[in-house]
T-cell receptor
């Protein structure tokens, strides 16, 4: 499984856009990039997954450059309720029998 | 749909006791996993399964056993509880390994 590196923590204010970048230099050809969100005292929640270019859903956008060695999770106009830990994971068909989490990025949103 | 259901939500054990944490999913998912999360830490994989009858070890399997006799259920057994096993345990399931996993609400276990 490709190793991922992301910032340990980030701070933001309500209404701002937050971009969390994840590095995955050893990503394999068939690997997907997946982000999870975890609120305190809850299990992680799948928020977005992508393979290349840009993916957008009702929660976030995921930007993946052509070389796929990094990805950026973008949260538009964050609110206090976006305070959580965000995990970046990389894996794909045939090598993702198990899901290994890193330390994640702890996002704190202030009023 | 209930999703992933974990029972119990809270449990206190004495050192040396054994118990089983239950996990059930109603989404017909093939992949199921158990994680533990210590305070302020990330999730660590204990055991996982890619289908009924198939299980394998994760990052921290010592002191835990699993079995997968049905697609729906994936119980985690603590053989002889130790204070180091005090943690929050999460069960998760997925249609396929690289698709999004659905997590249960967790079991908070304290070993005294």
């Amino acid at each position: 499984l490709a190793k991922t590196t992301q910032p340990i923590s980030m701070d933001s204010y309500e209404g701002q856009e937050v971009n969390i970048t994840c590095s995955h230099n050893n990503i394999a050809t068939n690997d997907y990039i997946t982000w999870y969100q975890q609120f305190p005292s809850q299990g992680p929640r799948f928020i977005i997954q992508g393979y290349k270019t840009k993916v957008t859903n009702e929660v976030a956008s995921l930007f993946i450059p052509a070389d796929r060695k990094s990805s950026t999770l973008s949260l538009p106009r964050v609110s206090l309720s976006d305070t959580a830990v965000y995990y970046c994971l990389v894996g794909g068909r045939g090598n993702t029998d198990k899901l290994i989490f890193g330390t994640g990025t702890r996002l704190q949103v202030f009023p | 749909n209930a999703g992933v259901t974990q029972t119990p939500k809270f449990q206190v054990l004495k050192t040396g006791q054994s118990m089983t944490l239950q996990c059930a999913q109603d989404m017909n998912h093939e992949y199921m996993s158990w994680y533990r999360q210590d305070p302020g830490m990330g999730l660590r994989l204990i055991h996982y399964s890619v289908g009924a009858g198939i299980t394998d070890q994760g990052e921290v399997p010592n002191g835990y056993n699993v079995s997968r006799s049905t697609t729906e259920d994936f119980p985690l057994r603590l053989l002889s509880a130790a204070p180091s096993q005090t943690s929050v345990y999460f069960c998760a399931s997925s249609r396929q390994g690289f698709y999004g996993y659905t997590f249960g609400s967790g079991t908070r276990l304290t070993v005294v």
